[in-house]
T-cell receptor, first 114, second 113 residues
Framework: DADVTQTPRNRITKTGKRIMLECSQTKGHDRMYWYRQDPGLGLRLIYYSFDVKDINKGEISDGYSVSRQAQAKFSLSLESAIPNQTALYFC?????????????FGEGSWLTVV | SQKIEQNSEALNIQEGKTATLTCNYT??????LQWYRQDPGRGPVFLLLIRENEKEKRKERLKVTFDTTLKQSLFHITASQPADSATYLCALDPSGGSYIPTFGRGTSLIVHP
């Protein structure tokens, strides 16, 4: 089983709909992240959380919200999806700075907004 | 502004040769630099980390160098194989204490049999 699990893996949704991407991890890490990846733009950080009570905006948080339900669960919501949010989304975890903050990624969620 | 640069053009090499990928950065003073591998449609996978006080790190057929004066890291794969074909991303920690690695856009490596 994957250490970082994302659901759904693929989703097609309509403009204006609310969509939630869920992430759970079994690595026991406190830090969790949501990234999006677009061709030619690389990985961009949407939100990150260093523990259950800590939520921070990343580089591109507009149009997104997150919830850290537990140490192991971090969900990303698009309140009103728009076509330019079509992308590959990754959830990730890390153990923190002491180990160089190595990032462990999930398998990704393909989201298409039509 | 802070920048991480990786060659956007794909690197094509023949099987058995050494592949060398470059990561240059500006306006960073990273404590460490990481390299990841990403296969199409999959999440990046961590390969190696090198700290600012280390010049070189090796793991099996992989070697990473880190030159903080040149602000450059080189990533080498010796005796390359078609299975090494993937996109390779470098990442380093930005200034300001968040310690969240910032990723380069990656370089695609294609190893021909």
């Amino acid at each position: 089983d994957a250490d970082v699990t994302q659901t759904p893996r693929n989703r097609i949704t309509k403009t204006g709909k609310r969509i939630m991407l869920e992430c759970s991890q079994t690595k026991g890490h406190d830090r969790m992240y949501w990234y999006r990846q677009d061709p030619g733009l690389g990985l961009r950080l949407i939100y990150y959380s260093f523990d259950v009570k800590d939520i921070n905006k990343g580089e591109i948080s507009d149009g997104y919200s997150v919830s850290r339900q537990a140490q192991a669960k971090f969900s990303l919501s698009l309140e009103s999806a728009i076509p330019n949010q079509t992308a590959l989304y990754f959830c990730a975890t890390s153990p923190g700075q002491s180990s160089g903050n190595t990032i462990y990624f999930g398998e990704g969620s393909w989201l298409t907004v039509v | 502004s802070q920048k991480i640069e990786q060659n956007s053009e794909a690197l094509n090499i023949q099987e058995g040769k050494t592949a060398t990928l470059t990561c240059n950065y500006t306006n960073y003073s990273p404590a460490y630099l990481q390299w990841y591998r990403q296969d199409p449609g999959r999440g990046p996978v961590f390969l190696l980390l090198i700290r600012e006080n280390e010049k070189e790190k090796r793991k099996e057929r992989l070697k990473v160098t880190f030159d903080t004066t040149l602000k450059q890291s080189l990533f080498h794969i010796t005796a390359s194989q078609p299975a090494d074909s993937a996109t390779y991303l470098c990442a380093l920690d930005p200034s300001g204490g968040s310690y969240i690695p910032t990723f380069g856009r990656g370089t695609s490596l294609i190893v021909h049999p």
